[in-house]
């Protein structure tokens, strides 16, 4: 994994333990998107009157491969949570119609779902999930959730502040019993795990490229079920409205696109290590990772969860030690000025690190972080 890490330019002095924020971008892969934008800037009216409808047409469909989904049921977002607006803006649940969620929503789509119960007068219902249920308990909790007046089940296929696999299958038959639609978060699914999207029975799903992909950021894509397509709207009106879904997406003026012609490189690129492989590598590495962070710091086996096959995993911090916003803040800096980049969070009153392992990680980085933790602490 040594000749690994090197396709990445990370800065060698830094311990990156957070890919699951930002994601990183390979070396070879941004110098193709380069290529691109040098192309762009050649001659702007060849580019994108003559060559970007066809160039976006090919790397939707490549992207959509990956998906084991249709080209036609693919657009091409800026990212998640554009995806995620998206969607919302092209429904219409009517008052007192409701829309229901957990609290391990990312706090962005929490924002979109609080936007559209404003403009539809619908009712926000957001289902507390233990974070140590089981996929049976999720289901249970969200039944008794989903009333018949729900319209919108919002679900995160891997949680982001939690690091939890929900079980999205059962959920979407739950959402279509109560005669609802369901969305599924995707943000950190696509590349961690292998998904082939239509055969989750899912109406909305939604993933970004540019985390587990490694593409470079702006990049994401939105999957709609076909019964959806003629009630979809993209977020900027612009030349490609009447066109419909997916290809109004692609025709926003003049957006830098490239991170979207460029994904497919990166997937490729990750392909070559062997996805099973990586994979395998990554869940293998958080898990050793969460163990060794927890022992370092002092949190005991028992509060610890690691669900299976997941690149991401948290492990809590001593309660009353870091809980509050200012004590995260001020942990999260002085790690930053131990040359260690940490997703620190406080999730259900309790403060957590949310460890993230991708192919250029390597044991030490853990190490790092847990003894920058554990001497901050006890600071």
């Not at 976006?56 to 049921?73: C, K, N, S, T, V």
């Not at 994904?263 to 492989?277: K, N």
Request: hydrophobic share 45%; aromatic share 6%.
């Amino acid at each position: 994994w040594h000749e690994v890490r090197l396709l990445w330019l990370l800065d060698p002095a830094v311990a990156h333990c957070n890919h699951g924020s930002y994601g990183a971008v390979p070396a070879s892969v941004l110098a193709a998107q380069e290529q691109l934008r040098r192309r762009m800037a050649a001659n702007p009216v060849r580019w994108f009157e003559r060559e970007l409808p066809e160039r976006l047409a090919a790397a939707r469909e490549q992207i959509a491969g990956f998906l084991g989904a249709a080209p036609g049921d693919v657009a091409l977002v800026r990212n998640a949570s554009a995806g995620i607006s998206a969607v919302c803006q092209s429904l219409a649940p009517g008052p007192e119609d409701e829309v229901v969620s957990t609290d391990h929503t990312y706090g962005a789509v929490s924002a979109a779902l609080d936007r559209l119960c404003a403009r539809t007068s619908a009712v926000r219902v957001i289902a507390p999930v233990p974070v140590d249920s089981s996929g049976d308990q999720v289901i249970e909790i969200l039944a008794r959730h989903c009333s018949d007046r729900c319209r919108l089940l919002v679900l995160d296929q891997v949680t982001s502040p939690t690091a939890r696999l929900f079980p999205v299958q059962a959920a979407a038959h739950l959402a279509h019993a109560v005669g609802a639609a369901i969305l599924v978060d995707g943000a950190h699914a696509l590349g961690m795990l292998p998904v082939d999207v239509p055969r989750l029975g899912v109406d909305f799903w939604v993933g970004n490229l540019h985390k587990w992909g490694c593409a470079p950021a702006g990049a994401a894509a939105l999957w709609v079920a076909p019964a959806w397509h003629g009630r979809m709207r993209s977020l900027v009106v612009s030349w490609g409205e009447r066109e419909g879904f997916p290809t109004c997406f692609d025709r926003v003026g003049t957006d830098d696109l490239s991170a979207w012609l460029v994904a497919p490189v990166s997937l490729r690129l990750l392909g070559q290590l062997g996805w099973e492989r990586l994979r395998r590598h990554n869940e293998a590495l958080v898990r050793w990772a969460q163990t060794t962070v927890a022992r370092t710091i002092g949190t005991p086996p028992h509060e610890l969860r690691c669900d299976p096959g997941l690149s991401m995993a948290v492990v809590p911090l001593p309660a009353g030690r870091a809980d509050a916003p200012e004590q995260l803040r001020g942990l999260k800096a002085r790690l930053r000025d131990l040359g260690v980049e940490a997703a620190v969070r406080c999730w259900g009153g309790r403060g957590a690190i949310r460890l993230s392992a991708h192919a250029y990680n390597q044991p030490a980085d853990y190490e790092r972080l847990a003894a920058g933790v554990r001497d901050v602490l006890a600071s």
